[in-house]
């Protein structure tokens, strides 16, 4: 299983941004099951972003309810997370994760200046 994240970079202060996480390897089902995002910054513990499962079902974390968009295309095995009203805290390295699988992306650099 492999999940390769892209689509970091730096923005300003309500700028947005849209990561792309596309795995390979893994069974429809798997995929389906449940694709998360998780983020990291510097000296701060890993931290639940969102996540998408079966249905489509999505959850956000406080801290991105209303910004952040979590989606997935299944045919291209891909999971997407559009953020947008970026603001300085949410500085961080983002990974995506495959629950099923209990595998991690690389992580992306996300920077939000003011």
């Known amino acids: 299983v492999q999940l390769q994240a892209s689509g970091g970079g730096s923005v300003q202060v309500g700028g947005s941004l849209r990561l792309s996480c596309a795995a390979s390897?893994?069974?429809?089902?798997?995929?389906?099951?449940?694709m998360g995002w998780y983020r990291q910054a510097p000296g701060k513990e890993r931290e639940f972003v969102a996540d998408i499962r079966d249905s489509g079902v999505t959850n956000y974390a406080d801290f991105v309810k209303g910004r952040f968009t979590i989606s997935r295309d299944n045919v291209k095995r891909r999971v997407y997370l559009q953020m947008n009203g970026l603001k300085p805290e949410d500085t961080a390295v983002y990974y995506c994760?495959?629950?099923?699988?209990?595998?991690w992306g690389q992580g992306t650099q996300v920077t939000v200046s003011s």
């Open positions: 390897g893994v069974i429809l089902s798997a995929f389906t099951s449940n």
């Open positions: 994760r495959s629950t099923v699988y209990d595998a």
